[in-house]
């Protein structure tokens, strides 16, 4: 993943998958850029998709998953990933096709580590077996819009609309009014060639400068004029 990459990726994706656990904090600022470029996002509520989601409207986001408080409930009572296993078919398949090489055949061991580490005592930090069912429910829900291309396209622009949020110009001032305690200041800019406040001398120094590499050379890159002074 590379900025060049993502140039390419976030104008051109229809949605944006922000999966993480709630309450990891794991999101950054891709959702919103997919967001800005009409992408709908499926996503857990952690981060900056809870964000999301009171801007745009629950309506127009695909959420799915525990809230941050289920999560740390669920830690608190003693989080069993086997439990979920056990009592859902379609993922316990899901999970021995990993384990038993179905994926890959000719190394049947590859990803054999995977399943084990979802599966093993104090296993799967980031409770994907609880979330599983929740995330496939959501899904078929994407599906199903998606074969509704005017629909789909509403939402893609509502969320566009609702993303002014998250430009880095109300970011800055926010941060500059909040954190830093400071007021923006009209006062314009230098010109480049004017040289900055204070610097007189600075910029004399290098105006002299400027005029004696002018009066070296030529505008036609032949002999100096000093040259030509030391001739006469």
Avoid at 109 to 130: I, P, Q
Wanted: hydrophobic content about 35%.
């Amino acid at each position: 993943y590379r900025v060049t990459m993502a140039e390419q990726i976030i104008p051109g994706a229809d949605l944006s998958e922000q999966i993480s656990l709630a309450g990891m904090e794991a999101s950054g600022t891709s959702n919103m850029k997919f967001m800005l470029n009409g992408a709908l996002t499926i996503c857990t509520l952690d981060g900056a998709n809870v964000e999301m989601a009171e801007e745009v409207g629950n309506e127009n986001i695909f959420i799915f998953g525990m809230t941050v408080e289920e999560v740390e409930k669920r830690k608190k009572e003693g989080y069993n990933p086997k439990h979920f296993y056990e009592h859902n078919d379609e993922l316990k398949q899901a999970i021995d096709q990993i384990k038993n090489g179905y994926f890959s055949p000719e190394n049947p061991d590859l990803f054999h580590d995977v399943a084990n580490s979802l599966l093993s005592e104090n296993g799967d930090h980031y409770m994907l077996l609880a979330d599983y069912e929740s995330y496939i429910k959501c899904q078929d829900r994407v599906s199903e819009l998606f074969k509704d291309p005017i629909n789909w396209t509403k939402k893609s622009i509502l969320n566009i609309a609702a993303s002014g949020k998250f430009s880095s110009d109300r970011t800055i001032a926010e941060y500059a009014r909040e954190i830093w305690g400071v007021t923006p200041t009209l006062t314009p800019l230098p010109h480049p060639h004017e040289g900055r406040p204070g610097t007189k001398h600075e910029g004399e120094a290098a105006a002299a400068a400027a005029a004696a590499a002018a009066t070296t050379t030529n505008i036609h890159g032949s002999s100096s004029s000093l040259n030509e002074q030391g001739k006469k």
